[in-house]
């Protein structure tokens, strides 16, 4: 094969090995370079080396914070949420429950389970009263609430206002046969005014009685058929 760099000049081979040599984007970073470019180029170069470099970071970023707030502001479901309405109890009573509930169900996670006891239904004040009841049921409709312990009369309301389910759909077999064997189980009116067990006689709890509780109280439940936690709290509250 025949060496043709005999044919170009001395001079020009020199100036091309120094070009080549000293050529100032060889080492450098791409941001250098790209700073380096002329004006008319440099969206271009820009474009090829970082653009969608940015992009692919700026997607990633976007969906960590989209995560992150997902986790802060989303709340969580309400496992076990006991409403204490119209009753005499003290929040001391109240905390008993919950905490001896929750050492006897260390498995349970403590952040999905709620006491309250805010709901004064039964006011002189009927203004109050009806306002008591619009936030217990707006409380309820939003699955804050699945379990309701009251007197009768208010339980029953709850009922007849079809808020509270019978005792079939929130308990499992065993605990609904066993509380009837007991004489736990209180029949009342549903929504179509047809009577059936509705609610348990909360005086036939031994860890009521214990924290006490009030005789005449009734403990009902709301759409709780899907909660474990409710279960759970029944089997405290009877030693079933």
């Excluded at 025949?2 to 100036?15: A, F, H, I, L």
């Excluded at 009342?188 to 005449?216: H, V, Y």
């Amino acid at each position: 094969m025949q060496d043709n760099s005999g044919m170009v000049p001395k001079r020009t081979r020199e100036e091309i090995d120094e070009l080549a040599e000293n050529d100032p984007s060889q080492h450098e970073s791409k941001w250098e370079t790209y700073k380096r470019q002329p004006k008319g180029s440099k969206w271009g170069y820009f474009y090829r080396h970082f653009f969608w470099a940015i992009v692919c970071w700026l997607l990633v970023i976007v969906a960590v914070v989209s995560f992150i707030v997902h986790l802060c502001v989303t709340p969580r479901t309400v496992e076990l949420g006991v409403a204490f309405v119209d009753m005499s109890e003290t929040t001391s009573q109240m905390d008993e429950l919950e905490d001896g509930f929750l050492k006897s169900n260390s498995n349970l996670k403590s952040d999905v389970i709620q006491f309250d006891n805010g709901y004064e239904t039964d006011s002189a004040n009927s203004v109050e009263a009806e306002g008591e009841t619009n936030d217990l049921n707006t409380a309820i409709s939003a699955d804050s609430i699945n379990t309701l312990v009251g007197p009768e009369a208010t339980i029953q309301h709850e009922a007849k206002e079809g808020f509270v389910e019978p005792l079939a759909d929130a308990l499992t077999p065993y605990q609904l046969e066993t509380l009837e064997s007991r004489g736990a189980v209180v029949e009342m009116d549903d929504s179509s005014g047809q009577s059936k067990p509705m609610a348990l006689d909360l005086s036939k709890s031994a860890k009521w009685t214990e924290s006490g509780g009030q005789s005449d109280a009734l403990i009902g439940f709301v759409n709780a058929s899907s909660s474990s936690y409710v279960k759970a709290f029944v089997k405290y509250l009877y030693d079933l």
